[in-house]
């Protein structure tokens, strides 16, 4: 079993930046591939980031390609994502999910733990 808690959200004008952290524990931080999902009302939830168990692969959606950096300490068992140059458009629920998959997905079906979610809003 695995927790997480996100937190780090809150309310940004367009152009700003938000670091949203992801705290795990339980199973063995370090195995797990780790994503960022967002969810806007009315909409599906999607895929932001995710990073492998190691660091060393990363993958974004296009549309937050070079705004946003996942990252991870696995000693701290914790997970980042540094969101730069924020838009109206970004504006949603942020989910921290975790997998034990060996490689990154960008599905939500293939991760089997998540977070409550905290709440992005960016104003215009």
């Known amino acids: 079993q695995v927790q997480l808690v996100e937190s780090g959200g809150g309310l940004v004008q367009a152009g700003g930046s938000l670091r949203l952290s992801c705290a795990a524990s339980g199973r063995t931080f370090r195995t797990l591939t780790m994503g960022w999902f967002r969810q806007a009302p009315g909409k599906e939830r999607d895929f932001v980031a995710a990073i492998s168990w190691s660091g060393g692969s990363l993958q974004y959606a296009d549309s937050v390609q070079g705004r946003f950096t996942i990252s991870r300490d696995n000693a701290e068992n914790t997970v980042y994502l540094q969101m730069n140059s924020l838009k109206p458009e970004d504006t949603a629920v942020y989910y921290c999910?975790?997998?034990?998959?060996?490689?990154?997905?960008?599905?939500?079906?293939?991760?089997?733990?998540w977070g409550q979610g905290t709440q992005v809003t960016v104003s215009s």
């Open positions: 999910a975790a997998s034990m998959a060996w490689g990154i997905d960008v599905a939500p079906v293939s991760y089997k733990y």
